[in-house]
């Protein structure tokens, strides 16, 4: 028997079916992920699953005996001594222990009522096996890297997320289920967690997550929740990327054929007193029927559209960042003498474990926070925000509100829309536009931001932990909008296939203060580490020559004249340089609009492929530029 089987399970809130007949069933020993879109009901299955929801119809059963814990998506905001609230996950025994020791306690102060409660609450220790719950406490709180007597409160996000998952896993249950367990987590607990459950071999699994490459690593099948119905896929995500095109191709020609059937019978049903003399009973029940089920079905629901609005472009230099440092109080300096450069264009990711600074350097260069060394903000700079902490949303005001703050009208690239029809953009239609945002789900909520923060005009974008809770198909509609930015990018992410597919370069904190720039994406890093191979970024380049053309001037006072071949390079490099300038404007212009994408996507590639070339060889020409000009004037 099946550890869990759900048959003809129905659940409504009012609306449309979240549940229309799913059937499910789980076996010993699968991993197995839950897919959907945003709102289609992914944590209310869980919550049938563990008997916190009831269906409307049909039945959820579980085999006899076996345990479930479950991992939910909040992030808590209580205090507590992290220990006990790990303990907490053992129920009764965790109870009983907790009143032991307050006992025990009371007694040495010589409460003798308390010491005789010692007695009996030892006995329920002695029949619950309690006196082994503080071990394993320890012994899970050890591995996930924690302190028992901390206080929840005080911990991040990541942290607290980890306290949940100790205390789901305390018990050692048969079926774990979780609920979007890599939000908050940096990129090392991630991987810590995809190891760990892969090392638990009688551990069942049903989980929600978009994080596409622990989702490949873990799952062995993939569920989809797609209109109210479970559907199955064997596999990693990338073979249900597979099954699933081949599913909708043939669901868009069944939905074609539906639908030239009963344009027809509805042209016959309308045709003159000739057909009606010739009509039957039983095709006139057929069309009603028709009729009914075209009522009846659930369209597929669309993608999200996202397009930036951009601002005036930015000056080529966007930040100069000389020996930044940032310290709280009289501790440790949590960064330290961090110097760079970042140029227009440029994508970067920032990675390290939670608490590290990565936030913080982030408020640093932006001049939110105070910090020693210089920032040089380069001119023109508008600056696009999302905020991991999500402080940009009123709870109380509905999407409507909050996004256009009570404006009915939004202005976008030069021209107005109802907000209405800017908010089905993202997928929200009238009705839900007027909900209350603390009635939505945290994947909804993260689409208000992302429609907030589009409408700002801009060419720097900072978007700190932008992927948590987004499904898949917007995941990837939001890396397709920032590969087609214009202007400069700071991204912060767990999400490591998100990163690989955004970003240009790396900053990696060490956890001590450093931090180390790596070229690529989070994959290209960790084939760079291991030999911890210098890796030369622009603004090392750009030091290095200038500290090298400071030596030459102090060793040469003398001007310094040019060879014939420099002379006709520094006469050659502007004209060559505006050459590459205006090529970039051209391809820039056939590329705006998408289209040739989907006319001719193999010259579209190359056009973009170009692209990076071009920023690659203008800035190579500058550096030679500024050299040369630098050598000639001595």
Known sequence: MAYITLRDVQLAFGGPFLLDGANFS???????????????????????????????????????????????????????RVADIVADGAGEAATVMRAYHEASEACVLGDMDACDRMGELQHKMDQLDGWALETKVNSILSKMGLDPDADLADLSGGRKRR????????????????????????????????????????????????????????????VELDRGILRSYDGNYSRYLELKAMQMEAEEKQNALFDKKLAEEEVWIRQGIKARRTRNEGRVRELKDLREES???????GKVSMATQDANRSGKLVFDIENLSVAFGDNAPIIKDFSTLVLRGDRIGLVGDNGVGKTTLIKAILGELEHGGTVKTGTQLEVAYFDQLRNALDLEKSVKDNVSEGSDFVDINGGRRHIYSYLQDFLFSPERARTPVKALSGGERNRILLAKLLLKPSNLIVMDEPTNDLDMVTLELLEEMLGGYKGTLLLISHDRAFMDNVVTSTWVFDGKGHIDEYIGGYQDYLEQRPDQTAVDQKSDVKKALAKAEASAAAAAPKKAKLSYKDQRALEQLPAEMEALEKEQAEINAKLADGSLFVSNNDQAMKLSARLAEIDEQLLEKLERWESLENLSKG
């Not at 944590?43 to 049938?48: E, G, I, P, Y």
């Not at 979007?180 to 995809?194: F, K, Q």
């Not at 009522?295 to 629901?301: G, H, I, L, M, V």
Request: proline share 3%; charged share 25%; net charge negative.
């Open 295 to 301: 009522k009846a079905r659930r369209s597929q629901q």
């Open 26 to 80: 789980l076996e010993r020993g699968e991993r197995v992920c839950l897919i959907g879109r945003n709102g289609e009901g992914k944590s209310t299955l869980l919550k049938l699953i563990d008997g916190s929801l009831l269906p409307d119809t049909g039945e959820v059963s579980l085999q006899n005996g076996i345990t479930i814990s479950m991992l939910a998506q909040d992030v808590p905001m209580d205090s507590g």
């Open 163 to 222: 306290v949940l998952l100790a205390r789901a896993l305390l018990t050692q249950p048969d079926v774990l289920l979780l609920d979007e367990p890599t939000n908050h987590l940096d990129v090392e607990s991630i991987e810590w967690l995809e190891k760990f459950l892969l090392d638990q071999n009688n551990l069942t699994l049903l989980f929600i997550s978009h994080d596409r490459s622990f989702v490949d690593s873990i799952a062995t099948r993939i």
